[in-house]
């Protein structure tokens, strides 16, 4: 009895080393870094005027009084490397800003939670930033200069906004725009002054009406 007690406990401690080994000190499964493109390419649909920039999650960035990124604790982004291409950028006219309006105690917080909820790492959203690159750059070697730096996780092109896609006519399928007594006569009202929705006059006799609804043209 004595024997197995001590090889359950063997095992026990085998598995503890085994999850720490796996799951790092804190017990969280590590995340699984991007890996950096060799040589940067802004696909279409991608913007030329902004790139996102996400630092390493054990930095941790500020923006200095001149607007540069900069390590608080200074154990990063000392070398003459990342200073001179900083520099060079600003002066260039490319300006910095956090890619999230939330504080950072905030993110913080909610990060914290998301990790203990899930129990993995979860990347850190205040190193993320956007950098906004003037006209007349090379966008593609700023890409490649700024992921040669090791405290740059991966910084990529921002994808552009797609335009909203149109819906089908489904006309043919509602009936109820038909007369009675299939309907409700909305075709027959489509050709009535007024008839459409658009331009009627009206007198509302409740109170607290917003004549300056972004839906009305302003008070008649």
């Not at 959203?125 to 490649?144: H, M, Q, R, S």
């Amino acid at each position: 009895m004595l024997i197995h007690r001590r090889s359950l406990t063997l095992v026990v401690l085998l598995v503890i080393a085994l999850v720490t080994s796996a799951f790092g000190e804190a017990g969280l499964r590590p995340r699984d870094l991007p890996v950096k493109p060799t040589k940067a390419v802004i696909a279409p649909g991608y913007d030329r005027s902004h790139i996102e920039v996400k630092f390493l999650d054990d930095a941790d960035i500020d923006l200095s009084a001149e607007g540069l990124p900069f390590d608080r604790a200074n154990h990063m982004l000392k070398s003459q490397q990342a200073g001179r291409a900083f520099q060079r950028m600003s002066a260039s006219g490319a300006t910095w800003a956090r890619a999230t309006g939330a504080g950072e105690a905030e993110i913080d917080r909610l990060r914290h939670n998301a990790e203990l909820n899930l129990s993995r790492e979860i990347a850190d959203l205040n190193n993320y930033f956007v950098l906004k690159v003037p006209a007349g750059v090379n966008t593609e070697e700023w890409l490649d200069e700024l992921n040669s730096l090791p405290e740059v996780e991966i910084a990529l092109a921002m994808p552009l906004a797609m335009p909203a896609p149109l819906p089908p006519n489904y006309q043919t399928a509602q009936g109820y725009l038909n007369n009675s007594p299939t309907g409700i006569g909305a075709q027959t009202a489509w050709t009535i002054p007024g008839g459409t929705g658009w331009g009627p006059m009206f007198c509302d006799l409740e109170y607290s009406w917003n004549l300056f609804h972004s839906d009305l043209g302003g008070p008649a």
